[in-house]
């Protein structure tokens, strides 16, 4: 059993931050790319963010400059930290991990999402 367990959302006024978590637990073998995504009522799930096991980062145009994504390999963990955040950004935002178990199966295991609003 893989899973991903997400924790940070809220309430915040537009200009404000919140740091969301990410962190993956189960028989592990090795995580590939973990990364966000947010889907807002009506509309598509979307990329916001991705890294590589080497930290290599990929970023949606509309959050480039505002939000950071990070990685600790050791924790099996990721953190969005959200920065000057607009009524847009309101969605909920799930966190992705392409895994390798312990029995070498590829999965892609989605958390639960955690609410992000924006207050204008």
């Known amino acids: 059993q893989v899973q991903l367990v997400e924790s940070g959302g809220g309430l915040v006024q537009a200009g404000g931050s919140l740091r969301l978590s990410c962190t993956a637990s189960g028989r592990i073998s090795r995580i590939n790319d973990m990364g966000w995504y947010r889907q807002a009522p009506g509309k598509q799930r979307e990329l916001v963010a991705t890294i590589t096991s080497g930290g290599s980062t990929n970023y949606a145009d509309g959050v480039k400059g505002r939000f950071t994504i990070s990685r600790d390999n050791a924790k099996n963990t990721i953190a969005l930290q959200m920065n000057s955040l607009k009524p847009e950004d309101k969605a909920v935002y799930y966190c992705?991990?392409?895994?390798?178990?312990?029995?070498?199966?590829?999965?892609?295991?989605w958390g639960r999402g955690t609410q992000v609003t924006v207050s204008s």
């Open positions: 992705y991990a392409r895994i390798v178990d312990i029995f070498r199966s590829l999965l892609d295991r």
